[in-house]
T-cell receptor, first 115, second 117 residues
Framework: KQEVTQIPAALSVPEGENLVLNCSFTDSAIYNLQWFRQDPGKGLTSLLLIQSSQREQTSGRLNASLDKSSGRSTLYIAASQPGDSATYLC??????????????FGKGTHLIIQP | SAVISQKPSRDICQRGTSLTIQCQVD?????MFWYRQQPGQSLTLIATANQGSEATYESGFVIDKFPISRPNLTFSTLTVSNMSPEDSSIYLC??????????????FGPGTRLTVL
């Protein structure tokens, strides 16, 4: 059974810092990996999606990497801003369903950016 | 990206009653997913709903407790039956779409926050 772990569980840093969120998964047979942010009282917003054949994806100040063989992904946030404060979730989709199965989520990293 | 709406956004219910959550998508999708997020926990997949067939439930979830309807390609409902306080969670509807660059990217509705007294 796939298990996804996110470290740290919570992080508080001053505005402007670069930071790294970590995600690990136990079964490397994944179709893709997706990073989301969740704001209080709202649903999930997709940030980045990395296919199993890819090594990284970038969107603005965000960069996500994937090392499938070691079961790890990182989300790098550059020049953090107070608006980045949210819970960040990592999720993997299994390869077995041909990309049609649901996601397995980590518990998330609760990020606070101090102004 | 798909735009997903859910009704109700939140509700407070009494033990033993049932609540039906509606999910509407702005485009036709083959598969719709229902997730649960218990307080302080991660999201857990409840079931996958395909139009015209029975929903597929994950281990630990049963149809009698969480009946699902999928009458067309843009709509689904999840019912939480005979509720207990342990059912207090956020329930999220989700779909995935294949785009030109991103395959099977997952999108989520805003969620339904359920409190059972």
């Amino acid at each position: 059974k796939q298990e996804v772990t996110q470290i740290p569980a919570a992080l508080s840093v001053p505005e402007g810092e670069n930071l790294v969120l970590n995600c690990s998964f136990t079964d490397s047979a994944i179709y893709n990996l997706q990073w989301f942010r969740q704001d209080p009282g709202k649903g999930l917003t997709s940030l980045l999606l990395i296919q199993s054949s890819q090594r990284e994806q970038t969107s603005g100040r965000l960069n996500a990497s994937l090392d499938k063989s070691s079961g790890r992904s990182t989300l790098y946030i550059a020049a953090s801003q107070p608006g980045d404060s949210a819970t960040y979730l990592c999720a993997v989709r299994p390869y077995s369903g041909g990309g049609a199965d649901g996601l397995t989520f980590g518990k998330g990293t609760h990020l606070i950016i101090q102004p | 990206s798909a735009v997903i709406s859910q009704k109700p956004s939140r509700d407070i219910c009494q033990r033993g009653t049932s609540l039906t959550i509606q999910c509407q998508v702005d485009s036709q999708v083959t598969m719709m997913f229902w997730y649960r997020q218990q307080p302080g926990q991660s999201l857990t997949l409840i079931a996958t709903a395909n139009q015209g067939s029975e929903a597929t439930y994950e281990s630990g979830f049963v149809i009698d407790k969480f009946p699902i309807s999928r009458p067309n390609l843009t709509f689904s409902t999840l019912t939480v039956s005979n509720m207990s306080p342990e059912d207090s969670s956020i329930y999220l509807c989700s779909v995935h779409q294949r785009t030109s660059e991103k395959y099977n990217e997952q999108f989520f509705g805003p969620g339904t926050r359920l409190t059972v007294l």
